[in-house]
């Protein structure tokens, strides 16, 4: 991203000395040969009356506005002098011209758009919960989806789930607060054709 140079303040150019007047030659004052009165020739005479200035009193170089110097610019070593530098769209941090973020701020949008990703998938997945008619078959099954069963059994080391008449499986943990008949959401785990096994985990949907 592009962004007004902060050392210059976009102008490309720094001050990096001072030095005398010219025009004044270093006094802030215009010099005595100055002519108000033909300087100002043509302009009316009231207005010529304010810069009429008595000869004891001096004006004010215009080049220096009467500080006796004038500033030395450099271009500005910060943004080469283009008034711009490139820096981070996220940190600020100054940035080759050829991207947009730095490494860090890339890295953590990555990770970002992953967690987001994931949790968009998984409410996606929630949203979508299976209802198996009863002519289906254990190969009709999809890992990783969510299913309604109904809790047939309960075993020390689980509770065993149906899909339907033909689909069961288990779901292994602590299951002490599942009763048998009781409906539930589940996603499956494992689907172990050769073995006919499925293996379910709860499901925690809204
Ligand atoms: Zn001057
Ligand atoms: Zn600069
Ligand atoms: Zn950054």
Request: some cysteine.
């Amino acid at each position: 991203m592009k962004t007004k140079c902060p050392k210059c303040k976009g102008i490309g150019s720094v001050v990096v000395d001072y030095k005398e007047c010219d025009a004044c030659g270093g006094t802030g004052y215009e010099d005595d040969l100055f002519d108000v009165g033909s300087h100002f020739k043509g302009v009316n005479s009231k207005a010529k009356a304010k810069f009429d200035l008595g000869s004891d009193q001096d004006i004010p170089c215009e080049v220096c506005n009467g500080k006796g110097q004038v500033e030395v610019f450099e271009e500005c070593p910060h943004c080469h002098g283009t008034g711009q530098i490139n820096v981070c769209r996220d940190c600020g941090k100054l940035i080759s011209e050829s991207i947009d973020l730095c490494d860090d701020c890339k890295e953590k949008r990555k990770v970002e758009k992953m967690k987001h990703d994931e949790f968009e998938a998984r409410r996606k997945a929630a949203r979508d919960v299976y209802v198996l008619d009863s002519l289906c078959q254990m190969r009709d099954i999809d890992k990783d989806k969510l299913y309604r069963g109904k809790i047939t059994r309960i075993e020390r080391y689980g509770a065993f789930v149906s899909l339907n008449n033909n689909v069961w499986g288990l779901m292994r943990g602590d299951v002490s607060d599942y009763n048998v008949g009781e409906e539930i959401i589940v996603f499956i785990t494992a689907i172990k054709s050769r073995e006919g096994k499925i293996d379910f985990a709860p499901a925690y949907v809204d």
